[in-house]
């Protein structure tokens, strides 16, 4: 298990020296925000509307769909890189001595944080993914758009001849012909309201991506906080000296 116990600490040492860069780039990712302020949810709805005014409903939302790439892509990291390092503190518990385990409190502590992180930043990604499901819904009540029903019509004949000069003949023919129509309604102008609704919703998802991604970013920045301070008390909880990992020793904490 040492070769693991080096590559998990070799990783969660790489976590921490490219947290800076991670950092700047999710908060130039946040900048690029185009709603912002105590109006945020407002703005992008009136927005949203008026994008929506000629009827092209079925047209992607540009502004979320950069929104829901850069988030998502995010919070997925997010929980990769937490469950390396959950990982790291796993492997370097000391080896249980005496019915305890002293000197782990940290570790412990460290843990907790990393699982509640890890766990919303999970959820904000379960979260989001019905976004396009929901869209879908929504854009199949806009009862201006055109409708398509397509007929196909298959015809088979079929004929027997005796006696001929060629003998016994049987001739079997088949003919297919479509048909496809056309039908809207409301004269073909789009309902106010639905567009509405379809901003509204376009409007409380960018909501919900930016909070998941301010979110995200607290939660990484606290966590590469902690293991900056404490990175020697994790990988060396009982001090550097100390050897008693163990080969099949209990790594459990109780």
Request: net charge negative.
């Amino acid at each position: 298990m040492n070769a693991y116990r080096q590559k998990s600490t070799a990783a969660a040492k790489a976590i921490l020296e490219s947290g800076i860069p991670t950092l700047d780039a999710l908060t130039s990712s946040m900048d690029a925000m185009p709603y912002k302020g105590n109006d945020a949810l407002s703005q992008a709805e009136s927005a949203f509307v008026a994008t929506l005014g000629e009827g092209e409903v079925e047209k992607a939302n540009e502004v979320v769909d950069a929104a829901y790439k850069v988030t998502r892509d995010a919070l997925s990291m997010g929980s990769t890189h937490t469950r390396t390092l959950e990982r790291f503190v796993g492997l370097h518990v000391p080896q249980m001595e005496d019915g305890n385990n002293f000197g782990v409190t940290v570790q412990l502590m460290f843990s907790k944080l990393l699982k509640d992180e890890r766990e919303k930043m999970e959820k904000a990604l379960s979260e989001t993914s019905k976004y396009y499901s929901s869209r879908a819904d929504a854009i199949d009540k806009f009862s201006h758009l055109p409708k398509t029903s397509v007929t196909e019509t298959k015809a088979t004949s079929k004929s027997n001849a005796t006696g001929g000069k060629d003998g016994d003949e049987n001739k079997e023919s088949t003919s297919t012909s479509t048909e496809e129509k056309k039908s809207t309604s409301d004269g073909g102008k789009i309902n106010l309201h639905r567009a509405k609704a379809l901003a509204a919703l376009d409007a409380q998802m960018y909501i919900d991506l930016v909070s998941a991604l301010q979110s995200m970013m607290d939660g990484y920045v606290v966590i590469l906080d902690n293991l900056e301070k404490n990175l020697d008390k994790l990988e060396n909880p009982r001090g550097k000296g100390y050897g008693g990992y163990g080969s099949g020793g209990s790594s459990m904490v109780y």
